[in-house]
């Protein structure tokens, strides 16, 4: 069983909608990262977090630490958010990190 | 600051023929990762250093890739001889203690 799962892996919705992606591990963690991935290539940090929730503009994140999961949530989408969202864990254990798949987000005009 | 810098972008080579990627992590930061990213396993730790010294190298795939990190200023990842299914996207990220890793652009490596 993976580590990290995340769901889905791929999602097309219209410009505006409210999206979100979904992480789920299995594993003790010391923080959950949110990176994205834009097709360029180039990785960015979104969130780093251990607890409750973030806010950064449209963009919010939210963990539950009891049960091992976090989602990532994205209001009044829009066609530039398209990217791939990667979840990472940062391990209780070492300072190593674990990622998802990723989720691959289309947003159409 | 100019964020963590990797050198070359792109890199096409023969297979057999050695292979050195290069990184510049921000400035006073005291963590240094090395990742791959392939479509068919995502991204995955190579290997990371903590102030210089490496700490776990138990994700570099075999005896071919090598890292060294000889100041905090700059790290190189070497593959010798390197293969087609080395063909992947190397990125480099920094961090300054528990703070969030900065990524690099990445390296695109292509071996024929």
């Known amino acids: 069983k993976n580590e990290v799962e995340q769901s889905p892996q791929n999602l097309t919705a219209q410009e505006g909608e409210f999206i979100t992606i979904n992480c789920s591990y299995s594993?003790?963690?010391?923080?959950l990262h949110w990176l994205q991935q834009h097709p360029g290539g180039g990785i960015v940090s979104l969130f780093m977090?251990?607890?409750g929730k973030k806010k950064h503009g449209r963009l919010i994140a939210t963990i539950n630490i009891q049960e091992k999961h976090s989602s990532l949530h994205i209001t009044a989408s829009h066609p530039r958010d398209s990217a791939v969202y990667i979840c990472?864990?940062?391990?209780?254990?070492?300072?190593?990190?674990?990622f998802g798949k990723g989720t691959r987000l289309h947003i159409l005009p | 600051d100019a964020g963590v810098i990797q050198s070359p972008r792109h890199e096409v080579t023969e297979m057999g023929q050695e292979v050195t990627l290069r990184c510049k992590p921000i400035?006073?930061?005291?963590?240094l990762f090395w990742y791959r990213q392939t479509m068919m396993r995502g991204l995955e730790l190579l290997i990371y250093?903590?102030?210089?010294?490496?700490?776990?190298d138990s994700g570099m795939p075999e005896d071919r890739f090598s890292a060294k990190m000889p100041n905090a200023s700059f790290s190189t990842l070497k593959i010798q001889p390197s293969e087609p299914r080395d063909s992947a996207v190397y990125f480099c990220?920094?961090?300054?203690?528990?703070?969030?890793?900065?990524f690099g652009d990445g390296t695109r490596l292509s071996i024929l």
């Open positions: 250093f903590n102030n210089n010294v490496p700490i776990d």
């Open positions: 400035s006073g930061h005291d963590y």
């Open positions: 594993v003790g963690i010391s923080a």
């Open positions: 990472a864990l940062h391990m209780n254990r070492d300072d190593k990190i674990i």
């Open positions: 990220a920094s961090k300054e203690g528990s703070q969030p890793q900065h």
């Open positions: 977090l251990s607890s």
